[in-house]
């Protein structure tokens, strides 16, 4: 015998007192088939006998007592899963033993595929649409659900979910083409609205807008239900967050495509439960998600916000995210990519938090694109970046950060430079010890431009390149409090372009420790010691006003090199007063000192 590609299941829509149905696909014993009657299983011998066991092309089976006209018989293989024959060394191989395995094996596999598609739902009805329409349905009320079949309209291909909708008295349905309008009335005038598609091509329209929890409990389970949908890349699937509902079950998709969902709220924002679990709210592994577009309030809640893994694919919609996370809001890993434009990832670690509260981190190899996103007030780093990651994110707004606000570390490139409508706000906590910018491990930062502001409000700096890393910072304006430590600091072969910035009010506006500095042009005023320090470094100063600072404008050791032509210092315009300098003459080494050339 051999086993049919014919599927395992067999459905019907009775006649009048009809009592023979055929099933199309082999069973082996009368126990491997299951029969419903109206969604309730009949017992063989009591209820029904079967005929064609073993037959690779099925067989009958015969109801004792004849179906009510518009009744929904199902048959469908439900075989156990198990191996009945065992092979003796030096015994009989028999080739009808052996096929009969392999048939078993195969038929398994079938029974398998098709029990992945079926609901089961004891309040879920596959119905005939003539019989809806026009006769009484046996066995359905109105807090059932119908899956219509028979039919293939504009409006439902088949396979589609439908639910009352507490609308009654009206005029029955004339035919299948009001499906078009994606309500329908029964016979009894009950009426029937579209929840769901087996597939959101069939439907022939742009949107389908679901309600959590009205018709699924979670995300989760919605996730699930749609995840085989097909669709068309004009149309998606809306998961709505009804008013005043609360999350309280982490969410996760893995290896699946989600990306025509989109998941949304009616209130302005959607809050975590108390009962939520210590876990990512959202998270993907292997995944392309659904878009998100709507703001969640972790409210201290759970662990983690936003997670996607393993060349996983995110959009973030402008005005959604996760804030107040416990820890990190939104964590991208293993090349994956995340799309987050205008997002909101605010307070990580800010009601509760953990050694992770970073409101963004970006890491192994993945990209995160952020334009005028928020990230600010994160008990740990406003934005991390590790491992040969990437960042764009021109305008973003990350304030209030505990440690840095931006850290690229190790071989990673972060960009949040001004252009046009794009203004970036770089800010630390004031009882900040870290950096607003940190690049180290041959990493490169782009903050430059205009509209660009960073402001250390603690005691850090405000700008650390370091291990061979790049940043620039050119025409930014670099903002220090009456602790911070250096406005630009260079060290071990880092290099900083402070051309045409603004840097005022750190204890060192400018400090280089084996490391160089471009600021030419620029405004470096207010240090409270030194306005450049450098040792074992160079720093060009070019046209660059260093003034008003405390102890020496220009303060240049141990081999370093000061390039001074038109620069300004607080007693010499147009040119640097020695009486603002460590050195005794300029363009000559003296003592310890360096070279200042002017």
Known sequence: MAINDSGTRNQYTATASQTVFAYTFEIFVVG??????NAVTLSEGTHYTVSGVGSDSGGNVTLVT???S???IDIYRDMAFERLTDYLQ?????????NNDFDRLWAALQQNENNITISNSANRFRVNLVSFLLETTSGLTTSSTVEFEGHTTA???GGAVWRHNGVTGQTVSQSPSDLNSYKLNDASGNQWELISPASVDALGVDTITIDIPTEFADLQAALDYFSG??????QEIVLNFATGFEIVTATEIDGVELSFVRVTSTDAEVTVGATMPTSDIIKGFEAKMPILDCLIDANGEGRYGYSVQACSYGEIKTGAGIKNTVGRGLYINNNAKVLASGSIFTGAGSINTDSLSRGAWVARGSTLICESADFSNSADTGIYISRASTVHGMGVTVTGAVKQAIWCHRSSRCTVHYAAGFNTTLSTHSTSTSDVIKADRTSIVSANGTGVTITQSGSGNGVLCTGASSINVSEATINGS????????ATGAGTVDASNAIIDGFNYNIEVNVGEVAANSSAITGARAYGVFTKRGSVALASASVTGSTTLDINCLEGSTVWADGCTTTSGVGTPNLTDCNVTAFNAI???RGVVWS
Do not use: E, M, P, Y
């Open 32 to 37: 491997d088939i299951t029969v419903k009657q």
């Open 66 to 68: 004849g179906a009510t």
């Open 70 to 72: 518009g009744d929904a």
């Open 90 to 98: 030096n015994g009989d191989f028999l080739a009808d033993d052996v």
């Open 155 to 157: 409006g439902d291909g």
């Open 229 to 234: 949908f097909t669709h068309k890349s004009d």
């Open 482 to 489: 009456a602790t911070s430590d250096a406005g630009i600091a």
């Open 590 to 592: 003296t003592g310890s």
